[in-house]
């Protein structure tokens, strides 16, 4: 049996209350006890005595030790986009940030809507050395078009966790319908996209920064209105509703309202909408532009707001990477979209964490725990019999973001250049140890 003990971090897991110094101990895959003085005691099932000689030990003096991070929201682009991002490149990229746990979308090429694709994602991930837990979605219409629904009972059969044609609104508010009372009867979610197609047409929020760049823009209420159909419709079928990348201030005050309700609506934000604003196009072009698109000043403090409520249950990244000539085509011409998981972290202790603005534990309860109870899956906390999925971070630790450092196949960020603090430095994936230095050789030399 694997066993390790980390010792001398300062643990951050608010489902056990503890902010304080722990040692962990780790048996097999799963957390055997959390305390101090681990070494002379004994566990049902384990004497650490007899098997002192056998535990490896890994001084994290100085270092915060969190639940791994879960992030509900990446694009692996694989199968079919490969040049994009790969299931390996993206699952490293994952580790490098310290997330142990991702939800892939499905709008792949082919798309997810058929038990193939979702089966060829989970073979692939599950065959990598040392990768996170992969859970794929399902698309919620064929070919993500809008006009039928997926199958979506053989995609849960399959192993899709919930339902979402990501990237893309369902237009149809019967066909909406009709897609969350079969989702709900399979004992799925699903996740919306939350903008009206037909205000859409721009390629940034629509203000004073598209005006001076001469930029067509997206008003934020063509996501107000899609947030506001879709939390009716949640009301109507029962069906649990994910709001996506939430981005203004009327759809935070909408999810509050209906959470007031009692509808069954939980939400997310990104590190983006959390930290940037619309002003960031003119220094990052289209490395800042994604969809739906930074806002005001006004709105990204009302999702911050959401986000320290617990209005907005969940951060996720929104991992979008793209190649980087894709993204040198301009801002009318470049894709939505840009990279986070690597990140995230480090963005959010800086932007956040270190203002005050958020504590350390609402992190890890927005970006671990949280994400954990919304799908119903393994992890968000350490206590004892829990995945041995683990984030090491140093919160000194100072470093600018440079894209072609990534792990990631996509440098389309836009944090390039900005000197971040708190970065992890190392994850315990499935039990085993992975320092991340080690990971990111591994990638450049074509491994996992």
Known sequence: MNLVLLKGGHLVDPLQGIHGPRDILVAGEKVAAVGLGLEGVSFPGLDYAAFRDKVREVDVSGLVVLPGFIDLHVHLREPGQEEKETIESGCAA?????????????NTDPVADGPGVVEYILKKAQNLDRAPRVYPLGALTRGLHG????????????GAVAFSDDGKS???????????????????????????????????????????????????TAEDLMVARDLLLSAHTGCPLHIQHVSTAQAVELIAWAKGKGFPVTAEATPHHLLLTEEAVEVYGANA????????????????????EGVIDCIAT??????????????????FGVVGLETALPALITGLVEP????????????S???????????????PGSPADITVVDMRASREVRGKDFCSLGENTPFEGKALKGWPVMTVLWGAVVPLAERGRERRDGGV
């Open 94 to 106: 994952a580790v490098a940030g310290g997330i142990t746990a991702l939800v892939c979308m499905a």
């Open 356 to 367: 005050g603005i958020l504590t350390l534990e609402e992190l890890v309860r927005r970006f």
């Open 318 to 335: 929104d991992h979008a990477p793209h190649t980087p000539e894709e993204k040198a085509r301009g801002l009318s011409r470049a894709p």
């Open 369 to 383: 725990a949280a994400p954990a109870r919304i799908l119903g899956i393994p992890g968000g906390t350490l206590a």
């Open 170 to 220: 369902v237009a149809s508010a019967a066909l909406m319908a009709r897609g969350m009372e079969a989702a709900r009867d399979l004992g799925r979610r699903v996740f919306s996209h939350c903008e009206e197609p037909s205000l859409t047409r721009g390629v940034m929020n629509l203000g004073e920064v598209a005006r001076r760049l001469g930029c067509p823009g997206s008003p934020g």
């Open 289 to 308: 532009k994604m969809s739906p698109p930074l806002r005001g000043e006004a709105d990204r403090e009302a999702v911050i707001r959401g986000v320290k």
């Open 147 to 158: 006009e039928e629904l997926a199958d979506l009972e053989a995609l849960a059969r399959a």
